[in-house]
């Protein structure tokens, strides 16, 4: 379940997804598969050649794309999920959701 965005942010993500963009989406989130983790950044693109393109070149396995619905992505969790915010300078992910 996610939380902690607002529908505009969702919107302007599934439109970068959409048009073909790497996009990246920060959100409170719970799943009781993944205990300890408050947080994911979903990383899409509509273009999953490009997707998969972007996880190799980040060390990340394209097997786990969510390519079942109209806006595949990656889901970045934990150590990854911070290095990856970094790489990016997406700082204000990280500020606004505690992420170290």
């Known amino acids: 379940m996610a939380f902690g965005i607002t529908r505009n942010e969702l919107k ?4 970068a997804v ?6 990246f989406l920060t959100h409170y989130w719970l799943d009781p598969r993944f205990p300890g983790m408050r947080t994911v950044t979903k990383v899409g693109c509509s273009n999953l050649d490009k997707l998969a393109d972007w996880c190799r070149a980040n060390g990340l396995n394209p097997r786990y794309i969510h390519a079942r619905d109209e806006y595949p992505h990656f ?4 150590r990854k999920q911070a ?3 970094k790489q990016e300078k997406l700082y204000r992910h990280m500020e606004r959701f505690g992420i170290q």
């Open 83 to 85: 290095e990856i915010l």
């Open 75 to 78: 889901d970045l969790l934990g």
């Open 12 to 15: 302007e993500w599934k439109a």
């Open 18 to 23: 959409a048009g073909g963009e790497i996009a």
